[in-house]
């Protein structure tokens, strides 16, 4: 195989697990907003923490996915992403979600710890990390509509100034 088609496989396969990643994350983000509005029982934790797990493992195949197909020269390259408004749109929602994730991500965190040494978790802010959940899940979605129209064409700051 030369480099092209080397380069071209590789970029499907970042493809591939950016698109799994998404099908991994979505349902667990789902899972773990259901996980929280149920019973927070030791069985209901486990299941609060393993969806969590699910959830960080495909965030971070996702974004370091995203991050190679934008600037590892598999895709479109670099300067298509950096002149898309929609990319840029894209990557402020996914910082956004980053920044909601902060306090379920340390909140779990504690749980973790506390099981760990045998003691019952704090569970006082399961109500807003189920709310953050929510919020997290939506905007989830929203960042794949603008990824769609991105990879359409849409959004190249080119366009604009015609």
Do not use: Q
């Amino acid at each position: 195989m030369n480099s092209f088609n080397s380069i071209r496989a590789a970029a499907a396969v970042l493809s591939a697990l950016h698109l799994l990643a998404l099908g991994v994350g979505l349902p667990a983000v789902f899972l773990r907003g259901r996980a929280l509005r149920g019973t927070l029982d030791a069985a209901g934790i486990r299941r609060v923490l393993t969806a969590d797990n699910l959830w960080g493992v495909a965030a971070l195949v996702w974004i370091l996915t995203g991050l190679l197909r934008a600037f590892g020269g598999f895709e479109k390259g670099s300067e298509y992403y950096l002149h898309n408004w929609l990319f840029h749109l894209k990557l402020g929602l996914v910082i956004l979600v980053l920044l909601l994730e902060l306090m379920p991500m340390l909140t779990f965190m504690r749980w973790r710890i506390a099981l760990a040494k045998d003691e019952v978790p704090d569970l006082s802010s399961a109500r807003l990390l189920y709310t953050l959940n929510h919020i997290e899940m939506a905007l989830v979605g929203v960042i794949v509509f603008v990824a769609a129209f991105m990879a359409r064409g849409f959004g190249l700051i080119h366009y604009l100034i015609r």
